[in-house]
């Protein structure tokens, strides 16, 4: 398979260089920003809006509803949606509001229906938002059946993960939003053929973009992780590659410490990193050895210092594992309680002071160094987005 951007090989190579000589890959300036982007609710509101119901983000994967009827509920940053796996196998997102008095159509999280019904008045409707039937009809009087459709927002399934765009009269193309080299490294991975084991939601009181910027950043592992990850991954060593609103680094394990002295030669060294895309607006993709870790941040549709975080586990089913059942559940189960016990340890106590401090009132600017190189990107892309009126 011909590799898309820099051969991996290649940038692990830059990586243990970089390792030798305490440097890393830099971006071209320091940035300097305002507290307020974080804490301002009427910055958060044009986020929403120009962010989210503009380009497309990812909701689930695909596996989560394998079947017609299949849905899902989630609150997305401007609508609380359904959605749901429809009999040709596509999939729709449905605003969760019945078209008559406004309750929603749905409130379990997750299911299997062959219809949506209102629990006010008994209204329902067919899964792909049509309305079928509206109580006691005869006496209700004309209610243009056809403009009562439950409101469809603009969905792809790609990549293996459904992608949405929070605003029903956009439009989506998630190929042309990632980029030629972002979609085909996206293809590449064969997540289409795997499925989501384990899944994790957080409600916490952070900004989003400040949850974000945790997940992108090479530089802290050593001060804030120093028990957990820093005794497995380097500090402040990234290979990195641009692909405008989405980015690709490597950080190096250190077991590649070794070589640091010693020429490996042709040798693969690709089992002594982790790889990581910021893919945009609000995703990071871990490339783990056996699996992926996808981390989506949305932000609270009320408050900008809150925000919602989804942590999914994606791997291969289990036939193709080559596990046992029991087997194939211990390692999930134990993968994703390593991950939210250093969330909860380390991380987020960490992001919810920075979010306190940053709603003072002289809290004065601040900045992101040329060593921060996907925050560097991630902020470029937002402020891009903001821009577009």
């Excluded at 260089?17 to 305490?22: A, E, S």
């Excluded at 999939?91 to 159509?105: D, E, Q």
């Excluded at 932000?299 to 059942?325: F, K, Y």
Aim: hydrophobic share 35%.
């Amino acid at each position: 398979m011909t590799e898309v951007g820099i051969p991996r090989e290649e940038r692990i190579r830059r990586a243990l260089d970089h390792l030798r000589n305490d440097t890393t890959d830099e971006y071209e300036h320091v940035t300097w920003f305002e507290p307020a982007e974080f804490t301002d609710p009427e910055l958060a509101k044009i986020e929403r809006d120009r962010i989210f119901g503009r380009v497309p983000s990812i909701a689930i994967h695909g596996s989560e509803i394998p079947r017609a009827g299949d849905f899902v509920t989630l609150q997305l940053p401007r609508n609380n949606v359904i959605v749901v796996r429809q009999r040709d196998g596509n999939v729709k997102t449905l605003v969760n509001h019945c078209r008559h008095r406004g309750a929603m159509v749905e409130k379990e999280e997750k299911g299997r229906s062959r219809l949506f019904s209102c629990p006010y008045h008994r209204w329902s409707y067919d899964t792909d938002g049509t309305l079928r039937t509206i109580t006691r009809e005869n006496t209700f009087g004309d209610a243009d059946c056809a403009e009562r459709n439950l409101v469809q927002l603009p969905t792809e399934e790609r990549h293996g993960f459904v992608w949405i765009v929070d605003n029903a009269d956009a439009t989506i193309d998630v190929a042309d939003w990632l980029g030629p080299e972002m979609d085909e490294i996206m293809g590449s991975y064969g997540l289409d053929k795997m499925v989501t084991t384990r899944i994790k939601r957080f409600d916490e009181p952070i900004n989003w973009k400040l949850m974000q910027d945790a997940f992108l950043d090479g530089y802290h592992i050593q001060y804030a992780h120093p028990n957990t990850a820093a005794k497995h991954i380097h500090t402040n060593v990234m290979a990195f590659e641009d692909f405008g609103n989405h980015c690709r680094f490597l950080n190096l394990r250190k077991t590649i410490d070794r070589w640091i002295e010693e020429d490996p030669g042709d040798r693969s060294l690709a089992e002594h990193v982790t790889e990581s895309h910021l893919v945009g607006p609000n995703s990071t993709l871990l490339k783990q050895p056996d699996h992926f870790q996808l981390l989506t941040f949305r932000p609270d549709r009320n408050d900008p210092q809150r925000c919602h975080m989804e942590i999914r586990l994606v791997a291969p089913v289990l036939e193709e594992s080559g596990l046992t059942e029991e087997r194939y559940n211990r390692i999930w189960d134990k993968n994703v309680e390593i991950l939210v016990a250093v969330l909860h340890n380390e991380d987020f106590p960490i992001l919810r002071n920075s979010q306190q401090a940053m709603a003072s009132a002289n809290a004065g600017n601040m900045l992101l160094g040329q060593n921060e190189v996907a925050n560097q990107v991630f902020r470029r892309s937002i402020q891009s987005l903001l821009a577009e009126n």
